[in-house]
């Protein structure tokens, strides 16, 4: 595939327009902001503000801020241009919406193929630009060549919500190591240690653990059931004790922990459960 259409041109839509230009793809922009695609005419794309108004590539890319703004844009254009068209859509989007946007793409006679990002704007067009789809199978197949310009391009399956799902819960993770991580720093800094050395170790330690953690999720949630058997090193309880000695040491120190101190109610939730001598997994049970 050498021909395609991108609506969107915002941070995200401009760096995929840039690494799709940059490995020599005949790009066609869509977006209502003319001044944001004007460094990349000068490159030899194509400018326009509609859909209605671009050319007949066959292959759509969509990246626009949000669910309603991507299907509007596809509702409001003209069905008969838009029939035996394929849709990427890489918008962020809840399973929910990943749903609608396929039964839109439906209605409107397009082949669609769902697509999250799973890395910053500056990754892309690099070794660590990471992408997963989930959909039509014929889409990833025929734009192979323009979705490995964009980064690595991961099929997960035929399952239109796959990577919207799997989307959710690795940022539900990424998030939330933000904030703690940030609780991490703000220890280091009160006893004046080096936070460049705590990360370095940090690098190392935590895939290590991390390992651990999703050995046991995978062994013990795969099939769920809600039972867990007993843990044969450490129990929920063990943990629940390590977490409050963490806990205790960064008050003491003057750290504010929102995001620990949820953990450690968790952890207890867990406990009065009655699962203290399973594993931390257990946890599962308390979110469901």
Do not use: W
């Not at 980064?151 to 959710?168: C, E, F, N, T």
């Amino acid at each position: 595939m050498q021909d395609i259409t991108v609506v969107g041109c915002g941070v995200m839509g401009g760096s995929i327009i840039n690494a799709l230009l940059n490995a020599n793809i005949n790009v066609t922009i869509v977006d209502i902001n003319k001044n944001a695609a004007e460094k990349f005419i000068s490159r030899g794309a194509k400018y326009f503000a509609s859909l209605d108004e671009a050319g007949d590539n066959d292959c759509i890319l969509v990246n626009l801020p949000n669910h309603k703004i991507a299907s509007g844009v596809l509702s409001n254009a003209n069905k008969e241009r838009l029939n035996g068209k394929m849709l990427i859509n890489t918008t962020t989007s809840s399973p929910e919406e990943v749903s609608a946007m396929d039964q839109l793409a439906k209605d409107m006679g397009m082949m669609h193929l769902d697509a999250k990002i799973e890395n910053y704007p500056g990754d892309i067009g690099s070794d660590k630009a990471y992408l997963i789809y989930s959909g039509c199978r014929q889409v990833f197949d025929a734009a192979r060549n323009v979705l490995e310009a964009i980064g690595k391009a991961v099929y997960l399956g035929p399952d239109i919500i796959g990577a919207s799902v799997i989307d959710i819960a690795v940022l539900d993770v990424h998030f939330g190591a933000i904030a703690t991580l940030a609780e991490s720093v703000a220890y280091c800094i009160k006893y004046k240690y080096s936070v460049e050395s705590f990360i370095e170790q940090a690098k190392e330690i935590l895939p290590i653990m991390l390992a651990g953690n999703y050995r046991a999720f995978s062994d013990e949630c795969s099939n769920y059931t809600g039972s867990f058997e007993d843990a044969s090193e450490c129990t929920l309880r063990i943990e629940t004790t390590a977490m409050k000695t963490i806990l205790d040491s960064m008050h003491s120190a003057g750290v504010k922990t929102p995001c620990g101190d949820s953990i450690l109610d968790l952890f207890q939730k867990g406990i009065e459960s009655g699962n203290s001598s399973k594993n931390v997994v257990a946890i599962v049970n308390e979110l469901m």
